[in-house]
């Protein structure tokens, strides 16, 4: 697991050998922080809240969300009414989410305690077998919550954007290029998603142009 600072960078050590690609955006300046979220049912809450809005906002809806709900547990966002969730402005799209991965959690369906024991694929497939939880979530979750070195979401248009400079390709390549050309960085895709990130922002800064999400 990428729970702390020497794992991080056990994993970047083995990138390097794996791949040059990944040594030569290490020595670019790409060294990526640890960074790690709550994990269990209040991170997975939070990512779900996340998507799609900016990041004040969520922190906005989130800040409601805990006032609301300060046990923020499965158990108590099942039992918790719609109108207390509008209230503190979550879409009913995201409602729904929470609801079906609160009531997996309970039911046993979604072992989120579990998840870590698990090769990536596998945690991936039992989170997106969820109702509203999406390959993004679920990497997302694996990753920053259970710090699972072998997580990677490929759908994240930063990391596809980070590819794209980093292989000096013309057009941002596909979810599934980006899988397949990540089978070379196994069993770290993790910390080359990291990576990534951290090129993103460099090549960004470097180039003087704004920050997408």
């Known amino acids: ?10 994993g970047l050590a083995a990138l390097t050998v794996l791949d040059p690609v990944m040594g030569r955006l290490v020595a670019e300046g790409a060294v990526p922080p640890l960074r790690k979220r709550p994990p269990g049912f209040e991170g997975l809450a939070g990512i779900v809240v996340s998507q799609q809005i900016s990041t004040a906002s969520a922190a906005a809806i989130w800040g409601r969300l805990a006032a609301a709900l300060p046990d923020l547990t499965a158990e108590a966002l099942a039992a918790a009414p719609d109108d207390r969730l509008r209230g503190a402005g979550l879409s009913a799209p995201k409602i729904r989410t929470l609801r079906a991965a609160a009531q997996a959690v309970i039911d046993g369906a979604l ?5 870590h024991a698990l090769p990536a694929d596998e945690a991936h497939r039992r989170m997106v077998a969820v109702h509203g939880i999406g390959p993004w979530t679920a990497d997302v979750y694996l990753l920053f919550c259970l710090g699972h070195p072998d997580a990677f979401p490929a759908g994240d248009l930063a990391l596809q954007e980070a590819a794209r400079l980093a292989d000096g390709l013309e057009t941002r390549p596909s979810a599934a290029a980006l899988t397949a050309r990540a089978e070379a960085w196994r069993p770290w895709r993790g910390v080359a998603a990291k990576v990534l990130w951290a090129y993103y922002r460099v090549a960004k800064a470097r180039d003087g142009a704004p ?3």
Do not use: I, N
């Not at 697991?1 to 056990?10: G, I, K, T």
């Open 1 to 10: 697991m990428l729970d702390s600072e020497a794992a991080l960078q056990e």
């Open 111 to 115: 072992p989120l305690a579990a998840l």
């Open 211 to 213: 920050l997408t999400p």
